[in-house]
């Protein structure tokens, strides 16, 4: 809300002694200010003076609208002052102003719907720790959950530390290999379907052909190869051959 007269309006209209009865397909519709109290902002910056209140629940059927109990609600009226003491001094003027009679919190019974109620400065600063300690928890419980998600690629980057992989062979040389086919893919294009296959040797050496499908994920494969050039492709070092010839493969 943070506006004083509107402030004032939803004060009058919820006060019993000073609002119309409002009758509501024969029914009255009940308001009732339970209390105030000074709270903290969402961010914690301003205090702020808070209020409870009840309504009437209403429900709707073929005969038409009728009351089924009361619902009570917490509504923010206006900020008052980043100090706490001004604050207090701002929030008993206006209850003054309202007519209100001014009560501590506690000191009242719940059946007195004006009873102007506020939190010590010691009650505000313990819910704003716990606020604070709450927005940790949550803090702590995303990270996990990111370290979590993210979990396959720290897995990865070890791998490659344990086994890093490097150059084989000289430039147009053709030697046999015995590799492990980790995963292929396909691609078209204007001379037609054409794969990826990704390899690796026994001592973690990536190998990477251009052409036909060598086969499927994890079948062992010994074949004669032209080592056709060595590049580095995300900080892994990798070996390109061409010209395969299939001497055993093994699923």
């Not at 037609?192 to 050496?205: E, F, I, S």
């Not at 004669?224 to 699923?251: C, F, L, M, S, W």
Request: hydrophobic letters at 35%; glycine letters at 8%.
């Amino acid at each position: 809300m943070n506006n004083i007269q509107a402030s004032k309006n939803f004060v009058s209209d919820h006060n019993p002694s000073t609002s119309k009865v409002e009758l509501v397909n024969g029914y009255i519709d009940k308001k009732g200010i339970l209390g105030y109290f000074i709270g903290l902002g969402g961010k914690d910056k301003i205090y702020g003076l808070y209020c409870n209140f009840k309504e009437t629940k209403w429900s709707v059927n073929e005969n038409g609208i009728f009351p089924t109990g009361e619902v009570v609600k917490v509504i923010h009226l206006f900020h008052l002052s980043t100090n706490y003491d001004v604050a207090v001094t701002k929030a008993k003027n206006f209850m003054r102003e309202q007519g209100i009679p001014l009560k501590k919190l506690g000191s009242v019974g719940q059946t007195n719907l004006n009873a102007y109620e506020y939190k010590t400065e010691l009650q505000l600063q313990a819910e704003k720790k716990w606020r604070l300690v709450n927005t940790e928890i949550w803090g702590i419980r995303n990270i996990k959950r990111s370290v979590k998600k993210s979990s396959y690629k720290i897995a990865d980057l070890r791998a490659k530390r344990l086994t890093p992989s490097s150059f084989v062979g000289e430039v147009g040389e053709r030697s046999d290999f015995d590799l492990t086919l980790k995963f292929n893919l396909d691609f078209d294009s204007t001379f037609g379907r054409t794969w990826m296959n990704n390899l690796v040797d026994a001592k973690g050496n990536v190998f990477v052909y251009w052409g036909k499908c060598l086969g499927n994920k994890g079948d062992n494969i010994k074949l004669k190869a032209t080592v056709k050039g060595h590049d580095v492709y995300k900080g892994v070092k990798q070996t390109n051959i061409n010209r395969p010839k299939i001497i055993e493969e093994t699923n």
